[in-house]
């Protein structure tokens, strides 16, 4: 399943239980109305997932995943989820790397690697997120590091699970911190990923692949990161939870 660009992506984090959950999809599926020229996303906490997905049951157009996969597919893993438990619990995407997963709990380019492969494998389509820190940037090396997180993992994508793959360029400096890339730098770095995608499958298919701009991302700078050429949609994450705000963004693109 290729997703209808552009890609409007919201990540829960570790917010919004069932509860919360139930109370957000009330709002915002009356603020935001079924348009088939995009695609919207909410990756939720696992906890919340069944609750999303009862909530969202009468909007196809919405679709659901998971914040973090295992590479195995079951076994002594204790706080984890198998891609089958996330597909068999309707979840259509994982978001694989994100830099909160790198940096707070450590995850390599190979186990951000054998994740993609392991969502791949199960039917689902990977959100892969790459990203320079702050200091990578300062010292020159943002293109480097985005190059390397990305050479890491495209190999192990094959010419026909390309069409499952997305990728989310989200400067960690960015992060929660209200600082946003201009987006002049968004769109550099999004020619980087291009070039590496259009390097790895062949201009046609990489160009196919979504790519999305995340940090700080709100709806008063969304239409502007959106207009971007290169930039296929956004990942929120502070401003994708108040449902009228994350409608907003939705809106932002141009159709
Ligand atoms: P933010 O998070 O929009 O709160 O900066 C983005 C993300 O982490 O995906």
Same mark, same amino acid.
């Given at each position: 399943?290729?997703?209808?660009?552009?890609?409007?992506?919201?990540?829960?984090?570790?917010?919004?239980?069932?509860?919360?959950?139930?109370? &957000? &999809?009330?709002? &915002?599926?009356?603020?935001?109305?079924?348009?088939?020229?995009?695609?919207?996303?909410?990756?939720?906490?696992?906890?919340?997932?069944?609750?999303? !997905?009862?909530?969202?049951?009468?909007?196809?157009?919405?679709?659901?995943?998971?914040?973090?996969?295992?590479?195995?597919?079951? #076994?002594? &893993? $204790?706080?984890? $989820?198998?891609?089958?438990?996330?597909?068999?619990?309707?979840?259509?995407?994982? !978001?694989?790397?994100?830099?909160?997963?790198?940096?707070?709990?450590?995850e390599t380019d190979g186990?951000?690697?054998?994740?993609?492969?392991? =969502?791949?494998?199960?039917?689902?389509?990977?959100?892969?997120?790459?990203?320079e820190t702050i200091g990578?940037?300062?010292?020159?090396?943002?293109? *480097?590091?985005? @190059?390397?997180? !990305?050479?890491?993992?495209?190999?192990?994508?094959?010419?026909?699970?390309?069409? @499952?793959?997305?990728?989310? %360029?989200?400067?960690?400096?960015?992060? +929660?911190? +209200?600082? $946003?890339?201009?987006?002049?730098?968004?769109?550099?770095?999004?020619?980087v990923c291009r070039d590496?995608?259009?390097?790895?499958?062949?201009?046609?298919?990489?160009?196919?692949?979504?790519? !999305? %701009? /995340? /940090?700080? =991302?709100?709806?008063?700078?969304?239409?502007?990161?959106?207009?971007?050429?290169?930039?296929? #949609?956004?990942?929120?994450?502070?401003?994708?939870?108040?449902?009228?705000?994350? *409608?907003?963004?939705?809106?932002?693109?141009?159709?």
């Open positions: 399943m290729a997703l209808r660009k552009p890609v409007l992506a919201g990540n829960w984090k570790m917010t919004k239980g069932p509860t919360e959950t139930v109370g &957000f &999809f009330a709002d &915002f599926l009356n603020a935001w109305m079924p348009r088939d020229d995009r695609t919207v996303v909410f990756f939720p906490s696992d906890v919340s997932l069944a609750a999303a !997905l009862d909530a969202t049951a009468d909007r196809p157009d919405v679709l659901l995943g998971v914040q973090n996969v295992h590479w195995e597919r079951s #076994g002594a &893993f $204790t706080g984890e $989820t198998s891609v089958g438990m996330a597909a068999d619990a309707g979840a259509k995407l994982v !978001l694989v790397g994100h830099s909160e997963r790198r940096h707070v709990f450590g186990e951000t690697a054998k994740k993609v492969r392991a =969502v791949l494998d199960g039917g689902l389509i990977a959100v892969l997120c790459v990203g990578e940037r300062r010292a020159g090396d943002a293109e *480097a590091v985005v @190059r390397r997180q !990305l050479a890491a993992v495209l190999p192990v994508v094959s010419a026909q699970e390309v069409e @499952r793959l997305v990728v989310a %360029y989200e400067p960690v400096w960015a992060i +929660g911190t +209200g600082e $946003t890339a201009s987006p002049a730098d968004a769109g550099a770095m999004h020619r590496a995608l259009a390097q790895a499958f062949g201009r046609e298919a990489g160009d196919a692949v979504p790519v !999305l %701009y /995340g /940090g700080s =991302v709100k709806p008063d700078n969304a239409a502007e990161l959106l207009r971007e050429p290169g930039v296929d #949609g956004v990942l929120v994450g502070g401003a994708s939870l108040d449902p009228a705000g994350f *409608a907003a963004i939705c809106g932002a693109a141009a159709g």
